[in-house]
Structures are given as structure tokens and as C-alpha cells.
């Protein structure tokens, strides 16, 4: 596969999937990881307990169910605890300018204080939380502008018709994945109304 190949293909299922994409990939991913410890830690039970071939077939089985399933919540917990992180940093960073703006124009050096640091610590809570609120629409941002950059780097005549050919496809992905994302979310909504009529 050629490097314009990769760029076409990626960058079209970033564009007009790419939260879609992630969110299956990253449970794919945890289930895997799930599965597999759980098919060892059931074959290490089942030796250990000494269990016949049909018997250690089930245990095996139910491990690696369970495996699975703890492997999704792992991989939901991580990226919500890394999302959080990253936007704690930020929002101290964006604090930490702040309060530095604010010291040069009262003529005071910025220093680190029990007061600005509490400062610092409250404005990053306050981005982890909202980062955590907003997730979706993060990763609709990332993987648009990542798939967008990816196409226009691959595609010749979009390459030639930059910077807008950039502005109408980032749009466009942008458009395209937060009506699918609302769909979705409609109808996760919309089904439990559904069983109760």
C-alpha cells in the first residue's frame, strides 16, 4: 500500500467516521486485551483446581467472558482518567498564562503562591470536568482535523486548492460526524422509551 493509499484511506475514515471509529476501536482493543487475560487467568484456575476437560472448558469460557467485559469498562475508565489528566493540564496552563498576563500588567513578577497555586489546581479541575463533559465533541474535533490534514496531504488536487480545500472538508467532517454522533445518541435515548410502551 502506497503512502497516499494510507493518507486517502485514513484520513476518509477519520474525516466521516473518525469518532465512530474510535469508539469501537478503543472497546475492540480493551476487549481483546480483556479476553485474553481472561482466557489465561481461566486456564490457570482450571489447573489449578484440577478440572476435567468439559469443566475447564466452562471456566475458561465464563473467564474470558468476564475478561472481556472488564477489559471494555478498563479502556472506558482510561480514556475518561486520560482525558481528565489532559484537561487538568491544560486548564493549569491556561491558568498559569493568566495569572502571568495578569502580574505584568500590575508590574508584580509572577511567583507561585498558596493562592495561585489553589488558583491553578480549581481552573484545572474545572477543564478536566469540562473535558469530560464535552469528550464527543473533542474527539469529533481531533479526528476531523486529523483526517482532513491526512486527505489534503494525499490528495493532489486538494493539495493544490489549499487552504480552502482544508476549510470545506474539516467542515464538512465536522457536519458529518456530529450528525451521526446525534443520531446514535437519539436512538440510545430513544430505546428504553421504546420498552416501556
Known amino acids: 500500500m502506497s503512502g497516499d493509499t494510507f493518507l486517502l484511506l485514513a484520513g476518509g ?17 480493551g476487549a481483546t486485551i480483556g479476553l ?17 476437560a468439559g469443566a475447564a472448558a466452562l471456566v475458561q469460557l465464563g473467564c474470558s467472558v468476564m475478561g472481556a467485559l472488564g477489559g471494555i469498562f478498563f479502556i472506558r475508565a482510561l480514556n475518561s482518567f486520560l482525558l481528565a489528566l489532559v484537561g487538568f493540564l491544560f486548564g493549569i ?12 500588567t500590575t508590574g508584580h513578577p509572577y511567583s507561585l503562591t498558596p493562592q495561585n497555586a489553589l488558583i491553578l489546581v480549581l481552573i484545572g479541575a474545572a477543564v478536566a470536568a469540562i473535558a469530560l463533559w464535552i469528550r464527543r465533541t473533542i474527539a469529533i474535533l481531533i479526528t476531523a482535523f486529523v483526517g482532513t490534514t491526512f486527505l489534503c496531504a494525499g490528495v493532489a ?27 446514535l445518541a437519539r436512538r440510545r435515548v430513544a430505546k428504553p422509551n421504546h420498552g416501556h410502551e
Open 157 to 183: 488536487p486538494l493539495h493544490d486548492m489549499l487552504p480552502w480545500s482544508f476549510l470545506v472538508l474539516l467542515l464538512a467532517s465536522l457536519f458529518v460526524q456530529t450528525f451521526f454522533s446525534r443520531v
Open 13 to 29: 475514515i477519520l474525516c466521516f467516521g473518525g469518532w465512530i471509529a474510535l469508539w469501537v476501536g478503543s472497546r475492540l482493543i
Open 36 to 52: 485474553g487475560l481472561g482466557f489465561i487467568f481461566g486456564v490457570a484456575f482450571s489447573m489449578a483446581l484440577g478440572l476435567e
Open 93 to 104: 496552563l491556561l491558568a498559569r498564562l493568566g495569572l502571568q498576563i495578569h502580574a505584568g
